[in-house]
């Protein structure tokens, strides 16, 4: 992960996985999360807040070897826990506009 940057946030996406339990790294109230977050929402949040995220793909945090989500380091602009909340809110969003929404339909006359 290299050292450590002031002004820089790391952020994994298991911080905001609604699927994790804290002692697994979740950091936010179950109901502001996530169902299992990838690597890409987390960027393209990231972004839409203007955040300024650096991808690392293919990392582990340090207590899960196994799991290789990898993580992103963003600008840190407050309080960790208010950016995640942030993040999550941000790739709800982004899911809701991957639905597709069905046609409306009109009444013929």
Do not use: C, F, H
Request: glycine share 6%; charged share 30%; aromatic share 2%.
């Amino acid at each position: 992960m290299g050292l450590k940057r002031p002004n820089r946030q790391i952020i994994w996406p298991s911080n905001i996985d609604s699927t994790k339990t804290r002692l697994q790294g979740r950091k936010i109230p179950l109901p502001r999360a996530i169902r299992q977050p990838s690597l890409k929402e987390v960027v393209e949040a990231a972004r839409a807040l203007e955040l300024d995220p650096q991808p690392t793909e293919k990392a582990a945090k340090p207590g899960t070897t196994w799991d290789k989500t990898g993580y992103i380091e963003i600008k840190k602009t407050g309080s960790k826990i208010q950016t995640l909340k942030g993040i999550a809110g941000e790739v709800a969003k982004i899911r809701q506009r991957q639905i597709p929404q069905p046609p409306i339909q009109t009444k013929k006359r």
